[in-house]
């Protein structure tokens, strides 16, 4: 919920790294459009397989994911995103802070808190890491502007 209003113009999206859809179909839910969905280990018979870092091309107004977090998939892949659309991951909210996100943090024009995350649906725990979405784009510099998560209700 904390991304939705910060899609500002988009309407249409692809989600490379798609697993069960869960994320794709929560977009959809709330009025996107999904142009296509795919996984390198599908988890269901709509997402096609098919390698993320493969991608080059998209006829969408972004790139929305919840990617792999190991740093060793994370940055090819927000390195090949950005050159397509304007891409929403995401992962850790400490990546920011650290060193390893220096060469990306330029072309990072949002970060979205979210918070610790419910990964699990009928699980009664959050996730133990911190959350956000992170904007990527090629033709963004001058680093992010920082959403701090809202208060939820009690």
Not at 8 to 24: I, N
Not at 37 to 58: H, Q, T
């Amino acid at each position: 919920m904390p991304l939705l209003r910060h899609l500002h113009g988009v309407k249409t999206f692809y989600a490379p790294c798609a697993g069960d859809g869960a994320l794709v179909d929560h977009l959809v839910k709330h009025g996107l459009k999904c142009v296509g969905m795919s996984d390198i280990a599908p988890l269901r018979a709509d997402v096609l397989e098919f390698d993320a870092l493969d991608i080059d091309d998209v006829q969408a107004d972004a790139i929305i994911e919840n990617p792999p977090w190991t740093r060793e998939i994370l940055h090819p892949m927000i390195l090949r995103f950005q050159q397509i659309a304007p891409t929403w991951l995401l992962f850790d909210a400490d990546w920011a802070h650290t060193r390893q996100a220096i060469p990306f943090i330029d072309q990072c024009s949002h970060i979205v808190s979210v918070g610790r995350v419910k990964w699990i649906e009928d699980s009664q725990f959050t996730g133990k890491d911190n959350a956000a979405w992170h904007r990527f784009h090629v033709q963004h510099s001058g680093g992010p502007r920082f959403f701090a998560r809202e208060a939820v209700a009690a």
